[in-house]
């Protein structure tokens, strides 16, 4: 039977009518044709109705119905108005009813009249109050945005990556090489099915899209997948498969010799007996962020996060919480390599109708997520728009639509308006092994951003290959601290710059066990030219001295001060043995007992490299730490 929700409010409306029978004969025939689908009947006896007698106004509340099931909006509306035009309060939906068609027309200001003429009733439903509520909201804010447009200009990706069939939830990696796509078209027999398909970038163009294979596609539905940084870590998400938690979970498929392994399901640390789909992995491979129905949010569908820890194990899901999530729908999050921004579609937020992207952002990866933004129009519409995606260099976006293309639905690119870009991001790539036996291993890895302290990452190297590999904002001086027990710390500092972004910058690490003599450069420890004052980004390295010898509280250690051939003898070992000094009194003032430490100038006596060049002054101007 027909939805009656309108037919059953005018039920007093009808009892009370003083219209002639014969009209009213045929509009009780026509909602008896519309409750059995009967469509066509139903509307020639409505309209028979209205010509019987054009002032009696309840068919024209079914004839908006037929209309609007119809398609027909626009004529739905005008019929919809003409049975409202007494303004009985009992229909009084109708005008909510008329401002929710304006929204998809769109026509947002005779919305917004509308909107706003129904809550001018009292005693009305309560769902349809809070709706138009947050419809007007929606109407301001759409009729500012068409005011104030955004730059628009997108482009189809190419017959590489699209092709007569449907294209849709792209990712790519850091470097920009690869690109991978859902694509909804045969499989076998030609039965249709969603798969995974692959593009790669060679001399300035995209390859044809391959399958991934078999190891992720099967004869089901595979799909909202992303791609972590490195390109070689695929999440996506997978329904009805036997050794499903729920009806839709997330995978996880690793790239090793070109070829993907078979996709693992994550387990009950993500998955549940709901619905958890769209993964979208942070740059340093820790947080994984996805779509989940599961009790606790604040609407049907939140945004969630876990963290993997060192044991590699996902944490249990954390709510993004009220400033992301709304009481309504967010859905396909995608969290930039800057790890600072977060890219989103949301129906709660105010925006031009259904589904409208936003964009988050934070001031470094600890930080709270800041109120969304929407990225305007004519990037969003009164439509859907979701699954937007933004390469490394923070300004190309891409997303899918039917727009125009090679095939029912395609992957299209733009350049984002400045104001909703990200930081465009370098790459960095650390190994880490023992300095003795060359073996890879696991460890600790901190990156601190030195103009602020912040800490920007907070991982660890991967055990089996003592690898590491993150994104990290442009343009940005970066201390990083290895550390392992039973071995010293290492630190090193660097500039990522624009080159990092097309190759990744190398660290290799060689960690040294603790045995007597042992050394170590502390290579984030700063002073100004020849003087021997801590400067304030020297902190970080301290602090993490301070931690070392903590945890290490049977160590004793010598604190060496270096400096370069510039000036005089006598002067550069006073130079070095006051820097020195001034790290030994700053771990003496952190607690750190006084009889565990000494320390000692030696001027230019033990340089590390020549001192003919500008590079190799700065590299013998140096703190060290050994153990005695």
Known sequence: MKNLLILLLLIPFVLLSQNTSKAKKSYAKAIKFYQESKDKKA??????????????????????????????????????????????????????????????????????????????????????????RKELKNCEFSIDAIANPKPFDFKNMGDGVNSEWEEYLPSISADGKLFVITRRGPYQNNVVSEDFYQSEYQNGNWTKAQNMGASVNTMGNEGAQCLAPNGKLLFFTACDREDGLGRCDIYFSIKRNSQWSEARNLGSSINSKYWESQPTISPDGRELYFVSNRPGGYGDMDIWKSVLSEQGTFSTPVNLGSTINTPYDEMSPFIHTDNQNLYFASNGH??????????????????????????????????????????????????????????????????????????????????????????????????????????????????????????????????????????????????????????????????????????????????????????????????????????????????????????????????????????????????????????????????IIKNDTDQGRAANRRTAFRLR
């Open 43 to 132: 509307k020639d006896l409505v309209q028979s109705a209205i010509q019987q007698d054009a002032n009696y106004l309840p068919p024209y509340l079914l004839l908006g119905q037929l209309e609007e099931e119809s398609g027909n909006i626009e004529s739905a509306i005008d019929n919809y108005l003409k049975g409202i035009s007494d303004k009985n309060p009992d229909n009084a939906w109708g005008y909510w009813k008329v401002g929710m068609l304006y929204m998809q027309i769109p026509n947002y200001k005779e919305a917004q009249r509308a909107f706003k003429y129904f809550l001018s009733f009292k005693y009305q439903n309560s769902k349809k109050i809070e709706s138009a």
């Open 350 to 607: 105010p925006g031009l109708g259904d589904f409208d992207l936003f964009l988050s952002r934070r001031d470094y990866p600890a930080a709270i997520w800041q109120n969304p933004i929407n990225l305007g129009y004519p990037i969003n519409t009164s439509g859907i728009e979701n699954s937007l995606i933004v390469a490394s260099d923070g300004k190309t976006a891409y997303f899918a639509s039917d727009k125009s293309g090679y095939g029912k639905e395609d992957i299209f690119w733009f350049h984002l308006p400045q104001e909703m870009q990200s930081q465009q991001v370098a790459y960095l790539n650390t190994k880490v092994y023992d300095s003795e036996t060359k073996t890879p291993m696991k460890s600790s890895i901190e990156i601190i951003d030195l103009a602020n302290g912040k800490v920007m990452i907070s991982s660890f190297t991967y055990s089996k290959t003592g690898e590491f590999f993150t994104c990290l904002p442009a343009n940005t001086n970066y201390a990083v601290n290895i550390s392992k027990d039973g071995y010293l710390f290492h630190s090193e500092n660097f500039i990522l710059n624009e080159q990092s972004a097309l190759q990744a910058l190398e660290l290799d690490i060689p960690l040294q066990q603790l045995n007597k003599g042992s050394k170590i450069v502390l290579n984030n420890i700063f002073f100004d030219t020849d003087a021997y004052t801590l400067k304030i980004e020297s902190e970080v390295e301290l602090n993490t001295l301070v931690n070392f010898m903590n945890n290490n509280p049977i160590l004793e250690v010598e604190i060496e001060g270096h400096t370069d051939n510039v000036g005089s003898e006598s002067h550069n070992l006073k130079l070095s043995e006051n820097r020195a000094k001034a790290v030994y009194d700053f771990l003496v003032k952190k607690g750190v007992d006084a009889k565990r430490m000494t320390f000692k100038g030696f001027g230019a006596s033990q340089p």
